[in-house]
């Protein structure tokens, strides 16, 4: 089954414990990128990678690391994790360029920062 | 800086039409693409517009303006299970997504 995989769906840490959110596609997408979801706000792109080793900010790279050491895996990394940062992200990915317009969502992950 | 707009909430009747409109002001712009959330749920894509026109997906329509950085997603016949939340997006490297427009669907 064509899917994009996040984990954990769950987490609630202190301030300042770094923590990793995965996320894993299985449809050799070229594109792939993190949202965070807060009320009234919409989703926000954090970063986003064209491919392998390309990655770039989104709107609110703050206080967020991400890599593309594999095509099929973008993980988020919080080092210093802040209440601020409490919040729904999804992972989404797509084909490239032309075909970017149509992401593909995992299923989110809810974070509380405490 | 780079938004688009939508309306926050939006009303209609099962069995209705309803259009859900999208101002945009973006510096790259490619397309806009709409999609779909219910409560509890990701997003999910419904329609893509690149030119300029009317795209139809059976009870979705979705339409692009460049010319007015406009555009409009139109839902035909609704049912109770529409009553989600609707996103525009932009098509580009780095995306941008309105702020969602709530739809409430009333019997």
């Known amino acids: 089954e064509a899917q994009v995989t996040q984990n954990p769906r769950y987490l609630i840490t202190v301030t300042g414990k770094k923590l990793t959110v995965t996320c894993s596609q299985n449809?050799?997408?070229?594109?792939m990128s993190w949202y965070r979801q807060d009320p009234g706000l919409g989703l926000r792109q954090i970063y986003y990678?064209?491919?392998?080793?390309?990655?770039d900010k989104g709107d609110v790279p703050e206080g967020y690391k991400v890599s593309r050491k594999e095509k099929r895996n973008f993980p988020l990394i919080l080092e210093s994790p802040s209440p601020n940062q409490t919040s729904l992200y999804f992972c989404?990915?797509?084909?490239?360029?032309?075909?970017?317009?149509?992401?593909?969502f995992g299923p989110g992950t809810r974070l509380t920062v405490t | 800086g780079q938004s688009l707009e939508q309306p926050s909430e939006v009303t209609a009747v099962e069995g209705a039409i309803v259009q859900i409109n999208c101002t945009y002001q973006t510096s790259g712009f490619y397309g806009l693409s709409w999609y779909q959330q219910h409560d509890g749920g990701a997003p999910t894509f419904l329609s893509y517009?690149?030119?300029?026109g009317l795209e139809e997906t059976g009870r979705f329509s979705s339409f692009l303006s460049r010319s007015d950085s406009y555009g409009y997603l139109l839902l035909q016949e609704l049912q109770m299970k529409d009553s989600a939340s609707y996103f525009c997006?932009?098509?580009?490297?780095?995306?941008?997504f309105g702020k969602g427009t709530r739809l409430h669907i009333l019997p």
């Open positions: 997006a932009n098509r580009d490297d780095k995306i941008i």
């Open positions: 449809m050799n997408h070229e594109y």
């Open positions: 989404a990915s797509s084909f490239g360029g032309s075909s970017s317009y149509e992401q593909y």
């Open positions: 990678s064209m491919n392998v080793e390309v990655t």
């Open positions: 517009n690149a030119l300029d």
